[in-house]
T-cell receptor, first 116, second 113 residues
Framework: EAEVAQSPRYKITEKSQAVAFWCDPISGHATLYWYRQILGQGPELLVQFQDESVVDDSQLPKDRFSAERLKGVDSTLKIQPAELGDSAMYLC??????????????FGPGTRLTVT | RKEVEQDPGPFNVPEGATVAFNCTYSNSASQSFFWYRQDCRKEPKLLMSVYSSGNEDGRFTAQLNRASQYISLLIRDSKLSDSATYLCAVNDLDGGGYNKLIFGAGTRLAVHP
């Protein structure tokens, strides 16, 4: 069964440092999502890509977060500088259909970030 | 009011019991609904999709009530392995015509012997 890959699985960093997460979606999935999940809450969408284009980054803190998907396949999410409040699980998901259609999202294992 | 609301629980039930969770949503235009299961410190895994009035898969039944804007998840004959957090997700079409999911905070289920 095809899966979404993410790395690293765990990351501990000091505040003010830079950190990057990588995601490889299910092959052929044009839509890729980055979510942040704080303990006790549901996943919150940070950024959504359709192929290589950002279609929704309204909840991305753009002063410190950036995301790219240069070739429309894998993606990188970066935080610089990290703050204590960024400690969370960062989840990547992908889905297949075109815009406007119903769809299902499949999640990768996530990266658990701890900022000290 | 939150866009998607769930009772956080926990629901503590004995093995073999039937348990039901509700999830209310605020956007009456939403067309697609999902239940995800999330184990502690793991990723959400898709449990069921609900596109019309309901869906059934073995011991699990999901129902949609558009008039009252809620979906429910019913688990029959609960197993210890059903212990997890159940996340409700509702689709939302943004201004650009792209689907995105809005998640509830989840309902925790604990099944005991």
């Amino acid at each position: 069964e095809a899966e979404v890959a993410q790395s690293p699985r765990y990351k501990i960093t000091e505040k003010s440092q830079a950190v990057a997460f990588w995601c490889d979606p299910i092959s052929g999935h044009a839509t890729l999502y980055w979510y942040r999940q704080i303990l006790g809450q549901g996943p919150e969408l940070l950024v959504q890509f359709q192929d290589e284009s950002v279609v929704d980054d309204s909840q991305l803190p753009k002063d410190r977060f950036s995301a790219e998907r240069l070739k429309g396949v894998d993606s990188t999410l970066k935080i610089q500088p990290a703050e204590l409040g960024d400690s969370a699980m960062y989840l990547c998901a992908s889905s297949s259909p075109d815009r406007g259609e119903t769809y299902e999202q499949y999640f990768g294992p996530g990266t658990r970030l701890t900022v000290t | 009011r939150k866009e998607v609301e769930q009772d956080p629980g926990p629901f503590n039930v004995p093995e073999g019991a039937t348990v039901a969770f509700n999830c209310t949503y605020s956007n009456s235009a939403s067309q697609s609904f999902f239940w995800y299961r999330q184990d502690c410190r793991k990723e959400p895994k898709l449990l069921m999709s609900v596109y019309s009035s309901g869906n059934e898969d073995g011991r699990f039944t999901a129902q949609l009530n558009r008039a009252s804007q809620y979906i429910s998840l019913l688990i029959r004959d609960s197993k210890l392995s059903d212990s997890a957090t159940y996340l409700c997700a509702v689709n939302d079409l943004d201004g650009g015509g792209y689907n995105k999911l809005i998640f509830g905070a989840g309902t925790r289920l604990a099944v005991h012997p």
